[in-house]
């Protein structure tokens, strides 16, 4: 059987540099720099994150300065606070997120080109 691996980093853990993994991983310290997912990302409550996200999806409930870049689905809870530009092909957003930056979401899964706002 090829099951995805979880990882987890707690939240006394602090990171600079890149995170790379081809499982699902669990944020709840700090990051500053990249995370490069596989699977799916989660960043908890008490996550604060400075650098971008690419993952299949991502859930956010605690901080990113950053932006997100999901295959499939982005999730914001109601304690996220998002500064950055996010893409996904599914959006999920609960009273009380804090979101600064621009949005695409497109379920057909290809990028909007040539059209205007």
Sequence with gaps: MNELTESSIGADVEIV????????????????????????????????????ITATSVTIEGTINGDILAKDKIEMKATAVVNGDIKARRLSVEDGV??????EVNPKGAPAAGTAA
């Design 17 to 52: 540099g890149t995170v790379k993994c081809g499982g699902t991983v669990r944020l709840d310290g700090k990051l500053d720099g990249e995370l490069i997912c596989g699977g799916n990302a989660t960043l908890g409550a008490t996550a604060v994150m400075k650098g971008n």
């Design 98 to 103: 804090t979101f600064v930056g621009r949005s």
